[in-house]
């Protein structure tokens, strides 16, 4: 059975994905506890390290998609196809890339602001503990575990298998799964509320590009330059005395510092507007071309082949008389491409509409409440831990 879609596998496909989240997420609980006892301790000094590649790559890449590959019977191909990894154009690239620094900054706004939500309830937050290795290869381990790895692995998980696997329930309902699940999957009441909002942004950048690569990209970016700062303030350099000095003037100077903060904020949420609405834009025109190259080549090939059927069927008298009146007619050729056009445009239109009607199995919807009931306990224990 293959991973690709139809209405013979949607239920089976639905209950696989939540089924194997499941287990993902009482795999990463039980880390977590062995973690705490000081189980792990016996790796030395770069446990956090080991455990964070042996977490990222063991358990939320390579065991779902593993399983979803064995237990469905799919080619890795369709595996990476079901999660989304289509190509998109350099531009795409770039502006995601700009983006992830934009959503970096935003998520600054909005963790400082849960943050101090939960802090009036007297919750203590844990040290950072990101500037404690200052040293190069410090920097490009916290890159590799904080930054790439989760960049990947995550996204593959949430904006790949999870949002792909419950896109029959509608987009709406599938992003809203991937995006709080993605916040319950950190396990730490202060990473839930600004990871689950990031989640719900990343799953309809995905849905609106119909790649994972902008999500990993602006993953990547996000992680990427809080690690960058933390150890360019460990460093003493000068882009985290900057930042520093900021947090000092805006601290001592109230009602300019709330005014800088709305006008930075509404700019970063415009700039963050326009970008989303670029790549939405250029992917919709990249895969468009695509496509017209598809039809285009089809066309050609049935052209060809009706030629090449007119010629067998014509009078051998008729010389070169045959072969002159095989020239492909431009008006009929457009009127081909354009009809398979709004075939393709009508079929995509029937199955949205048909998904909105989905029914989730209840095995399937016991699996996926597990994850919730499960993530919710953990993180809500981590809020009342921190208020010990």
């Known amino acids: 059975m293959k991973v690709a879609k139809t209405e013979n596998t949607e239920n089976k496909v639905n209950f696989y994905v939540n089924a194997i989240y499941f287990l993902v997420m009482i795999c990463l609980v039980a880390m977590r506890v062995c973690s705490y006892f000081g189980l792990f301790s016996f790796l030395g000094e770069y446990d956090s390290y080991y455990l964070s590649i042996f977490t990222q790559i063991g358990i939320i890449l390579l065991l779902p998609t593993l399983l979803l590959k064995f237990i469905t019977k799919s080619k890795t191909k369709d595996v990476v196809k079901f ?4 190509k998109v154009s350099y531009k795409v690239v770039l502006v995601s890339v700009l ?31 990101g500037t404690a290795d200052a040293s190069w290869l410090g920097l490009v381990l916290s890159l590799i575990c904080t930054a ?20 029959m329930l509608g987009v709406k309902k ?49 992680n990427a330059l809080s690690v960058l700062l933390s150890f360019a303030s460990a460093k003493g350099w000068a882009v985290g005395k900057i930042f520093d000095s900021i947090a000092v003037f805006v601290t001592g100077n109230k009602i300019i510092g709330v005014l800088f903060f709305i006008l930075l904020l509404c700019l ?35 052209a060809y082949f009706q030629s090449v059927e007119n010629l067998k069927n014509s009078n051998v008298g008729a010389g070169n008389s045959a072969v002159e009146t095989q020239i492909i007619d431009e008006r009929e050729f457009l009127e081909f491409v354009n009809a398979n056009l709004e075939m393709i445009i009508k079929k995509s ?26 993530g919710i306990i953990i993180t809500i224990l981590t809020f009342i831990w921190g208020l010990m």
């Open 83 to 86: 999660c989304c990894y289509k």
């Open 99 to 129: 983006l992830g620094a934009v959503v970096f900054f935003l998520n600054v706004y909005v963790s400082n602001f849960f943050n101090s939500i939960i802090s009036l309830f007297g919750y203590k937050h844990a040290s950072s503990g």
């Open 148 to 167: 790439v790895l989760p960049a990947i692995c995550e996204e593959t998980l949430h904006r790949g298998m999870l949002l792909n696997g419950n896109s």
């Open 174 to 222: 599938s992003i809203l799964i991937s995006g709080v699940l993605f916040g319950l999957l950190h396990l730490n009441i202060e990473q839930f509320f600004y990871a689950t909002i990031i989640g719900l942004f990343l799953g309809y950048l995905c849905w609106g590009c119909s790649s994972i690569w902008p999500c990993i990209i602006v993953h990547f970016m996000n």
């Open 268 to 302: 970063l949420v415009y700039l963050a507007i326009e970008m989303v609405r670029f790549l939405l834009r250029e992917t919709f025109r990249y895969n468009f071309e695509g496509k017209q190259k598809e039809l285009t080549s089809l066309a050609l090939r049935e």
């Open 349 to 374: 239109a029937s199955q949205f509409e048909k998904e909105k009607d989905f029914k989730i199995d209840t095995r399937s919807e016991i699996f996926l409440c597990g994850s919730f009931i499960l």
